[in-house]
């Protein structure tokens, strides 16, 4: 899955997420505890997911 690739709308989970921004989990949930990376929305008591808009508007930050 690229940029080019995600859907228009909706969730996508971490190992999806990690696939179109490239860094190691525990970067990501450093980034995001420090504000660098959009918090993720709790979907159940041990699952998170993140909003494809913010996750599109993430990247185009980075290019």
């Given at each position: ?40 929305v ?5 699952m ?16």
């Amino acid at each position: 899955m690229d940029k080019h690739t995600l859907p228009e709308t909706g969730f996508l989970r971490l190992p999806e997420v990690l696939k179109v921004f490239p860094v190691s989990k525990s970067t990501w949930w450093a980034g995001v505890k420090s504000g660098r990376y959009p918090k993720g929305v709790k979907l159940g008591q041990k699952m998170t997911a993140w909003r494809v808009e913010d996750i599109r508007a993430l990247i185009a930050a980075q290019e």
